[in-house]
């Protein structure tokens, strides 16, 4: 295996056990955004769940099943990563008090 089917492999199950642990965590309502009035914007657990789940999965899984060995696989790795971040910001602003 490759460093990077490694890295996207570590990805893909970080992706599945930050969705595990988000919802087990996270309210019903799902604060997504902040305003610069300190207004919020909220979304319904599963929509706020799912959009980082997919930022962070399919590229992943996409570059652990791409039988491609000559394509470059960073960008997509970068995307999930990216994917990943939004999932530990969304906890902790929603689970801190």
Known sequence: MKKQKILA????LSAVALTVVSFL???DTVITQFG?????TTL???LAIA???LL????????LFNR????????PLLVS?????VFIVMLVVNTVA
């Open 9 to 12: 492999l570590i990805l893909l």
């Open 68 to 75: 491609d060995e000559a394509e470059n696989k960073t960008k």
């Open 25 to 27: 965590l996270l309210p």
């Open 81 to 85: 990563v990216i994917g990943i971040a």
């Open 51 to 53: 959009m980082p789940a």
């Open 44 to 46: 319904a657990k599963p």
């Open 56 to 63: 962070s999965a399919v590229p992943a899984g996409f570059t």
């Open 36 to 40: 610069s009035k300190g207004n919020v």
